[in-house]
């Protein structure tokens, strides 16, 4: 108390994550850890690569803007936070025919928590058998009374004398809470040291953090070529400051350059005569981690097409790699155009559907809202009207992209 900060700050923007941040993100994609609830609001997690259907930010996110009147989401790459009591940022959805105010996501004091968020949290702690706190002070509720419900499941296996104790809260801080009476395992340590050890035990090793960026491209019959960027769900992300197209055949160049940061809209570069089928896509960003600038090559092949690039960025060493996922056929995008109800059942005669990408909920076909315009959170491209959705998580999925579905059942 009273101390200054040694040492030079760091924007949470620029942050790099932390080994215990980077252990999380292991354990999740290795399945041993089946939900993470933060309360923190710098977006680290989410960054670092922790799936967002295992995540719940209960205060918000500071790089998170929602749409007020239809719920869609916008990750941006700075902070948009209103700075009002109602939250605006002064940006609009994006969505065709919704136009709704944007709004940040961070809780301020006295504000409650959205009811989604905290259901959901307490819906995993309800479930889980081992809870690890880390960090966390458990002072402040709602979400102190989340891994209170484990403990006290706990304590009373513990009482009762069972020989298996099939619930157990673990506390990692260095000062004391007020759930340790309630732990079966009190350690007083910093989360980096305790993670670390735990990796080692497990045999697993931590990964170094790589920032990952979505990147699709696609051309439509006009072959106008389009560039946008998207999160692991699909949600548009604001990553670049500029973009500049090469087109091979004929040499021209088109440079967009964005004046306004916080345009979601992407980038769409105008085909010509004598252009050619094969163009380079040169990318700027806004840089928070020195990304250097990323070309990333594109043929235009067919009437329309489209792909997604994933690419990484060491901040380490500085350099790019790129992985491309080949696209869904824009073609199958658009079949579902003008179909009535009757056509589309014979075409995909399962109205409801559980899919191995949104596992939560099922999803269920029905026609899209706002004139049909969607993204799709299979092949992140654009579709138009019917859509296997799930309305509370915001997850759309093509027709065509969840024939690939593990399991089905019908209504």
């Known amino acids: 108390m009273g101390t200054k900060r040694k040492g030079r700050t760091v924007p949470t923007l620029s942050a ?3 080994p215990c941040h980077m252990a999380l993100v292991k354990l999740a994609e290795e399945d041993k850890l089946k939900y993470l609830i933060s309360q923190n609001t710098d977006g680290i997690h989410r960054r670092s690569g922790i799936p967002t259907h295992k995540l719940s930010e209960l205060h918000g996110n500071t790089n998170l803007e929602v749409c007020s009147k239809c719920g869609k989401e916008y990750l941006r790459d700075f902070s948009c936070s209103g700075g009002n009591k109602r939250h605006r940022t002064g940006r609009y959805c994006s969505v065709e025919g919704c136009n709704g105010a944007l709004c940040d996501t961070v809780i301020g004091f006295g504000e409650n928590l959205p009811l989604h968020v905290v259901q959901r949290g307490f819906e995993e702690a309800q479930q889980a058998d081992l809870c690890l706190c880390l960090g966390s002070s458990l002072t402040v509720t ?21 020989g298996n104790h099939s619930h157990n809260l673990v506390i990692v801080n260095l000062q004391k809470t007020p759930l340790d009476r309630l732990a079966t395992l009190r350690i007083f340590a910093k ?10 035990e497990l045999g697993l090793d931590i990964p170094p953090f790589l920032l990952r960026r979505n990147i699709v491209l696609s051309h439509d019959a006009d072959r106008r070529v389009t560039v946008a960027a ?5 949600t548009p992300v ?3 400051v500029g973009a500049k197209a090469t087109f091979k055949a004929s040499g021209r160049t088109q440079k967009i ?3 306004d940061k916080d345009s979601d809209t992407p980038f769409i570069f105008n085909w010509k005569e004598g252009d050619g089928d094969d163009v380079n896509v040169k990318l700027f960003f806004v840089g928070h981690y020195k990304e250097t600038p990323l070309t990333i090559a594109y043929r235009i092949h067919d009437e329309c097409g489209s ?6 960025f060491d901040p380490a060493c500085g350099r790019w790699d ?27 005669p399962k109205k409801m559907i559980f899919d191995k990408r949104h596992p939560e909920h099922p999803l269920t076909l029905k026609p899209s809202v706002y004139h049909g315009g969607y993204r799709c959170n299979g092949c992140f491209t654009l579709g138009s009207d019917w859509v296997y959705t799930c309305p509370d998580c915001q997850y759309d999925l093509h027709p065509a992209c969840a024939q690939d579905h593990e399991r089905m059942s019908g209504e």
Do not use: H
């Not at 989360?191 to 080692?200: A, I, K, P, Q, T």
């Not at 998207?230 to 699909?234: A, I, K």
């Not at 790129?322 to 059942?345: A, P």
């Open 16 to 18: 790099i994550p932390t």
């Open 142 to 162: 709602p979400a102190a009374d989340m891994p209170k419900l484990v403990g006290e499941k706990g304590k009373k296996e513990r009482q009762e004398g069972e």
């Open 191 to 200: 989360c980096d040291y305790v993670m670390e050890g735990l990796m080692r």
């Open 230 to 234: 998207v999160d692991s769900d699909g």
């Open 238 to 240: 604001t990553l670049f």
């Open 257 to 259: 350059e964005r004046d």
């Open 307 to 312: 792909k997604k690039v994933v690419a990484t």
């Open 322 to 348: 790129q992985e491309v996922e080949t696209g869904l056929d824009f073609n199958n995008v658009i079949s579902t155009k003008g179909m009535t109800e009757e056509m589309i059942l014979k075409k995909y």
